[in-house]
């Protein structure tokens, strides 16, 4: 178990780019690595090997096979830069999940949600180190256009204060971790129920440069569901199934449905220095500078319970810095998840003697 960081794990950010405003906190590299030993520390506390999960959104409520296809016409500031190639259209699989770490927390209960791509046979050479000549590349959202934390040292006293072995004082610090409007935050994050993860608007939540060289952009990302208010599943009554949520995407995409499930992909465009790359916890203003349709995500009915796809969705691993340099990550929580997110795979993958491999196709 790592305790002074560890000798595999890919290098911090070295460089940050001061024109799209980025700027590094103090001993930022050092409290990434205290995050990612934390982290790993509580993984090997809470699994045993064969068994380790993910640290969070630790339960998928559906793994799917997907479309992504780039409009044929697209504005300048996106046409052809990394993957928005006008009309190219990828493979994709998609893990939706709840952002509890405990896999065994029902779909009832009040959580936030996830929704992870991974667009398949993306060519050129990818940002993470330990994935250079791998062909996907990934985008990372959430139910909420906002995160609870900007500061790495806050989100590390944070995990210290959430760990399997903290004590009740601990716990009941974590508000004054946080502070008032991230503690408010993170109560939002943590308070919502749906009815259907299909059916609700996503966002990267936090900034991804956008193309290279003098007119490189930063922007935000979101995935909205096309479908008609008369179209939402109810939130269900408190007798629902423990898995209800996995029930609705199975019942969405069955193969007796009219017609498959799509998301318009969407991007939203930095257009001042007031809107900070490094604060995560303030939402640009949509009213500024809206979301743009780029791409549509198309879910067509499929074998929701195929064991095939789950046990691929237990062994992926979904990374923002699984990318083309045309979408690095922006900003202090992207830095930090470059690291934490990869040491967390990599230690899973190890105490599950599983192979670390990205897939190149949905097929079989």
């Known amino acids: 178990m790592a305790t002074d960081g560890s000798v595999q794990d890919v290098p911090f950010p070295p460089t940050i780019d001061e024109q799209l405003g980025e700027h590094l906190q103090p001993h930022e590299a050092e409290f990434t690595t205290k995050l990612a030993n934390s982290i790993e520390r509580s993984i090997h506390l809470r699994y045993n090997p064969g068994e380790a999960r993910r640290d969070v959104h630790a339960r998928a409520t559906g793994v799917l096979k997907a479309k992504f296809r780039v409009h044929d016409t697209l504005p300048p500031h996106v046409a052809n830069k990394g993957v928005f190639v006008p009309g190219k259209t990828y493979d994709a699989v998609l893990r939706l999940s709840n952002a509890s770490g405990n896999a065994a927390q029902t779909d009832k209960g009040q959580d936030g949600r996830g929704f992870a791509i991974k667009l398949l046979d993306v060519p050129g050479q990818k940002l993470l180190e330990s994935d250079k000549d791998a062909t996907t590349q990934d985008f990372v959202m959430i139910n909420h256009p906002i995160f609870f934390s900007n500061d790495t040292k806050t989100y590390l006293d944070l995990i210290n204060k ?18 008032l409007k991230g503690t408010l935050i993170a109560g939002e994050l943590a308070s919502g129920k749906i009815g259907n993860p299909l059916q609700i608007q996503y966002f990267s939540a936090v900034p991804f ?24 599943d109810p939130i269900p009554h408190a007798h629902a199934a423990d898995d209800y949520l996995h029930q609705a995407v199975k019942r969405t995409l069955s193969p007796t449905a009219a017609k498959p499930v799509e998301f318009k992909f969407m991007i939203q465009q930095r257009v001042g220095s007031h809107m900070d790359v490094e604060n995560s916890m303030k939402e640009w203003s949509q009213n500024e500078s809206p979301f743009q349709e780029v791409a549509t995500i198309t879910i067509p009915p499929q074998d929701v319970d195929s064991e095939e796809l789950n046990k691929l969705g237990e062994r992926l691993s979904f990374n923002p810095w699984h990318s083309l340099p045309d979408h690095r990550p922006l900003g202090s929580v992207n830095r930090t998840r470059k690291i934490v997110y990869e040491r967390i795979s990599r230690v899973r993958d190890e105490m599950n003697s599983v192979p670390r491999e990205e897939p190149s196709t949905t097929e079989g």
């Open 162 to 179: 959430s760990a399997p072995d903290a004590t009740t004082l601990q716990k009941l610090t974590i508000p004054f971790t946080l502070g």
């Open 209 to 232: 440069q956008l193309g290279l060289g003098p007119d490189r952009i930063a922007v935000k990302y979101s995935a909205k569901p096309v479908l008609a208010d008369n179209e939402k």
